[in-house]
């Protein structure tokens, strides 16, 4: 079984301070893994993901991840947090020894950037 | 615009009714997912589609019966609805290869009485 595990409930940062949002993943075969974030009353947004290459990836707004097998953890970074960044955050892991295309998602970190 | 739609945006009604959410996309995309979100803003998988063929049910109470026309739409229609439905439901869509990233709907907030 696939399983995805976000520690934090909530972060709190200053603007124009790093925001590390943690994830760790379980799989019994090779993860894809993915970041969203959800704006208050809307639909979720896609960030990034990471499938296979590099470890480090970069998405949209300035957001990054690294994928780290040994830790199997894929946490979600930005070096200069925004206001506007506050929202809350899921990431999610596809297991690839798993049928179908299912995608389970971690519980959710909501970010609070304060100015 | 191109993207995952879904009607009606919100949704309040008495228990015992019966209601549908219809989901439209129009990114090409052949496999499509619906997921509940409960207050605690968890979100689960219910169903998935693939060219109208049902590929996931997650043990989903059989209340909840999901229609795919074609495989653009996919609908979700609930029968004799229960007060722990209530609940945001989303719409998401992908092509079906295991790479490929899910694109969500903007929601459907369902509410009980």
């Known amino acids: 079984a696939q399983s995805v595990a976000q520690p934090e409930d909530q972060v709190n940062v200053a603007e124009g301070n790093p925001l590390t949002v943690k994830c760790t993943y379980s799989?019994?075969?090779?993860?894809?893994l993915f970041w969203y974030v959800q704006y208050p009353n809307r639909g979720l947004q896609f960030l990034l993901k990471y499938i296979t290459g590099d470890n480090l990836v970069k998405g949209s707004y300035g957001f990054e991840a690294e994928f780290n097998k040994s830790q199997t953890s894929f946490h979600l970074k930005k070096p200069s947090a925004l206001v506007s960044d506050s929202a809350l955050y899921f990431c999610?892991?596809?297991?690839?020894?798993?049928?179908?295309?299912?995608?389970?998602f971690g519980g959710g970190t909501r970010v609070l950037v304060k100015p | 615009d191109t993207a995952v739609s879904q009607t009606p945006k919100y949704l309040v009604t008495q228990m015992g009714n019966d209601k549908s959410i219809k989901c439209e996309q129009n990114l090409g995309h052949d496999t499509m997912y619906w997921y509940k979100q409960d207050s605690k803003k968890f979100l689960k998988i219910m169903f998935s589609y693939n060219n109208k063929e049902l590929i996931i049910n997650e043990t989903v109470p059989n209340r909840f019966s999901p229609k795919s026309p074609d495989k653009a739409h996919l609908n979700l229609h609930i029968n004799s609805l229960e007060l722990g439905d209530s609940a945001v439901y989303f719409c998401a869509s992908s092509r079906r290869t295991r790479q490929e990233t899910q694109y969500f709907g903007p929601g459907t907030r369902l509410l009980v009485l």
């Open positions: 999610a892991v596809r297991d690839l020894a798993a049928a179908g295309n299912k995608l389970t």
């Open positions: 799989v019994s075969g090779n993860p894809y």
